[in-house]
């Protein structure tokens, strides 16, 4: 519903005049929504095209494609999907995708899915999908272009790198299992010196990931753990309440994670640390990349403002808009962006990103080595040298926690006092 833009009056007598205008230039358009609707219905050549609920899903599509890249109607179909997702299973290739200066970025492939394993990379551009043309499509264009019946292949053509290579993958379409924990351990010894530093990788925000954590951390803690690194290097987002849970593991209960803000006071709201087990005792680095996204933007956020830990790698990719999901009676439902996340200190994140406190980045090369590494593409015998040689953004983790410990654990120094002079 759009809204005339009305002269400045004063008082009460411009609010009447505003309001009277906006209703008046609603109810214009809606008649004039209508009057489309119907001569479409009369006049277009193919009457299978034209029934009310094509036509109206149609504009609802536009509707919000026009808003934003992340606004979307769901379909009924869309909407169990997108459930599925956040359950931690869902069919497809296996790709998060954002838009970003007009094209359609994949923010990260899910690891153990088949667009993982094929070799799509964090960055690449989707130009085509089987051999049509994606330069004009919406995200959720190119969501229905990938997904399809297990089993079933897909072709997808993308650009990669400032070069702008261009790269064909062919993908067999399968069910994705989303295991949001891993590689939970205690670092090499010969990354670490010897010192106990546990690391943990969240690859998304999902349901289970907050009582997986927890468990990850007791293994650890258990194992006398000295220091923490949490790798959220292309965690593409999802729930933010699973989000905030983690993030709220080593944040006191009742302080502030995020904040989020619209257009509207009402829409203000604040997530808080909720109240339960905190763990705490041992220094802890954050590792982020270009392509840690929303949900972890947040937990990365609220650790560095807080205080907490130490953010180590690259500027975060900036995805910090909250979409409100919004059933409708027929099972489709309406995906709004209603607000903005901000950081404990009220930095925004949307289009901005968090900044890490130490800068770290790995090269083409050396990103390519670590997925390499996450597939399993390297042999077990060799792990422990491509992390040391290689991920730059780790060691210099490492050896932040290390000096912590350091002069954390040191004895204090005393200071003999001066010899009185003699008079």
């Known amino acids: 519903m759009l809204a005339l833009v009305c002269p400045v009056l004063s008082g009460a007598s411009q609010s009447k ?28 050549v193919d009457g299978s095209k034209v029934s009310y609920k094509e036509l109206t899903y149609g504009a609802l599509k536009g509707m919000l494609a026009a808003l934003d890249p992340h606004s979307q109607f769901l379909e009924p179909e869309d909407f169990s999907d997108m459930r599925s997702e956040t359950e931690g299973q869902f069919g497809g ?33 989707i130009v085509r999908v089987d051999g049509q043309s994606m330069e004009k499509s919406s995200l959720r264009d190119v969501v229905k272009k990938l997904k399809g019946d ?14 702008k290579e261009i790269k064909d993958f062919s993908i067999t379409r399968d069910i994705i299992r989303i295991e949001s924990v891993k590689d939970v351990r205690l670092l090499e010894s010969e990354l670490t010196g ?28 258990s194992q006398s753990m000295g220091a923490l ?7 593409p987002g999802g729930l933010l309440a699973s989000a905030a849970d983690v993030a709220g593991k080593f944040i006191p209960a009742g302080e502030i994670i995020v904040t989020t803000e619209g257009r509207n ?4 709201s604040v997530v808080r ?9 041992y220094p802890i680095a954050v590792l982020v990349n270009t392509y840690s996204a929303s949900g972890a933007e947040i937990v990365a956020g609220a650790l560095k403002d807080l205080k907490k830990a130490i953010l180590i790698g690259e500027t975060t990719f900036g995805k910090g808009s909250v979409q409100s999901v919004l059933p409708l009676p027929d099972e489709s439902a309406i995906r709004l962006t209603t607000a903005k996340y901000y950081t404990p200190s009220h930095q925004v994140i949307h289009e901005q990103g968090v900044a890490p406190s130490i800068q770290a980045v790995l090269s083409r090369e050396e990103e390519d080595e670590l997925l390499k590494l996450r597939s399993g593409a390297t042999p077990e015998v060799e792990k422990a040298a491509v992390l040391l040689a290689n991920d730059e953004q780790l060691t210099r983790a490492v050896h932040v926690l290390k000096g912590i410990q350091f002069y954390t654990r040191r004895d204090p120094v005393t200071v003999e006092p001066a010899p009185e002079k003699s008079r």
């Not at 954002?98 to 153990?112: N, Q």
């Not at 530093?197 to 954590?213: C, K, L, M, S």
């Open 194 to 221: 010897g010192e106990l530093v546990g690391y943990i990788r969240i690859t998304q925000f999902n349901e289970p990931t907050a009582d997986e954590f927890e468990n990850a951390l007791r293994t650890l803690e």
């Open 93 to 125: 290739v296996g790709i998060e995708i954002s838009a970003r200066d007009g094209a359609v970025v994949i923010v990260a492939p899910k690891e153990g899915g088949p667009a993982f394993k094929a070799g799509i990379q964090p960055g690449d551009r």
């Open 273 to 281: 640390s909720p109240a339960g087990l905190k763990h705490s005792g």
């Open 265 to 268: 006071p009402a829409q203000r």
């Open 229 to 235: 690194i949490l790798d959220l290097r292309n965690n």
């Open 150 to 163: 297990p089993g079933t292949p897909v072709k997808i053509t993308v650009m990669r790198g400032n070069d």
């Open 17 to 44: 005049k505003t309001e009277a205008e906006e209703r008046e230039a609603g109810y214009a358009h809606v008649q004039l929504f209508t009057r489309v609707m119907a001569t479409i219905r009369e006049h277009y």
